[in-house]
């Protein structure tokens, strides 16, 4: 029993150094999985931005679809 009195701090010590090493690794698991999840959201938006711009480029030239149906005859109900 005597021999544990001896190394108490030093078992302490131990203990208190996992838990914290423990406790650095796993805030950091956290942290870049919330960077890793922030980074893709924004390439998520920056490509949704690009296919928004392109479908707004290709109705400008294109002009209103129903106006050109009209004119050629192919639209069957009139307005």
Known sequence: ?????????????MGAAIVAILGVYFYGRKSGSMQEAQRQ?????ETSRKVEDAADRARRIDGDVIDRLHKHGKLRDKP
């Open 1 to 13: 029993m005597a021999i544990w009195l001896r190394f108490k701090a030093w078992i302490i010590a």
């Open 41 to 45: 959201q924004e390439k998520d938006l």
